[in-house]
């Protein structure tokens, strides 16, 4: 039962470079999310999804773009990183939204030099 | 503005002993009440919860109280155990307004239980 699955697990980036985080859920989820996870900030929503075919900016969208074309996936893209995205971003997904529990993945460790 | 605030960044308890985690709120739309726990490395774990509707919630060693007029809750861990130990996060989401998608983190809290 693999869960909530992110893909890479660690990443060093250059200032200027593109990437793209992939997560995968197998729970059937209707809501996906990314986040942030910064010292002493807590977790940060980046942008999330109600459902396939949307998405929808969190409290920090700037310099982030996603996309949902697959129910089960939700992808984070970095257009240009910036060393201020140095960061572990984590996913997570739901069945009934945040009044249900979230299952988050195991994060993204993420560097920009 | 932080509407979840922890304001404890670290306690630190022996073991057997009682752990109280404290959060405050100031959203007054918030009616649902979660915390997440965290290890190093991995992704949080929800832990419990409770609604507007409810002052307590109970789960094992666990226990989530709810004061909604002072705007507060709090985890009371008893007896505290040393794998216990990770960070643990406070969030809130509301049924409606526009929020009800989204969960509103604290800080965080790590907790230290010595053996």
């Known amino acids: 039962n693999a869960g909530v699955t992110q893909t890479p697990k660690f990443r060093v980036l250059k200032t200027g470079q593109s990437m793209t985080l992939l997560c995968a859920q197998d729970m059937n989820h209707e809501y996906m999310y990314w986040y942030r996870q910064d010292p002493g900030m807590g977790l940060r929503l980046i942008h999330y999804?109600?459902?396939?075919?949307?998405?929808a900016k969190g409290e920090v969208p700037d310099g982030y773009n996603v996309s949902r074309l697959k129910k089960q996936n939700f992808l984070l893209g970095l257009e240009s990183a910036a060393p201020s995205q140095t960061s572990v971003y984590f996913c997570a997904s739901t069945m009934f939204g945040p009044g249900g529990k979230l299952f988050f993945g195991s994060g993204t460790q993420l560097s920009v030099l | 503005d932080q509407q979840v605030k922890q304001n404890s960044p670290s306690l630190s308890v022996q073991e057997g002993r009682i752990s109280i985690l404290n959060c405050d709120y100031t959203n007054s739309m918030f009616d649902y009440f979660l915390w997440y726990k965290k290890y190093p490395a991995e992704g949080p774990t929800f832990l419990i919860s409770i609604s507007s509707i409810k002052d307590k919630n109970e789960d094992g060693r666990f226990t989530v109280f709810l004061n909604k007029s002072a705007k507060h809750l709090s985890l009371h861990i008893v007896p505290s155990q040393p794998g216990d130990s990770a960070v643990y996060f406070c969030?809130?989401?509301?049924?409606?307004?526009?929020?009800?998608?989204?969960?509103?983190f604290g800080k965080g809290t790590l907790l230290t239980v010595n053996p």
């Open positions: 999804s109600v459902g396939e075919g949307t998405t």
């Open positions: 969030a809130a989401s509301a049924s409606s307004g526009g929020s009800n998608y989204k969960l509103t």
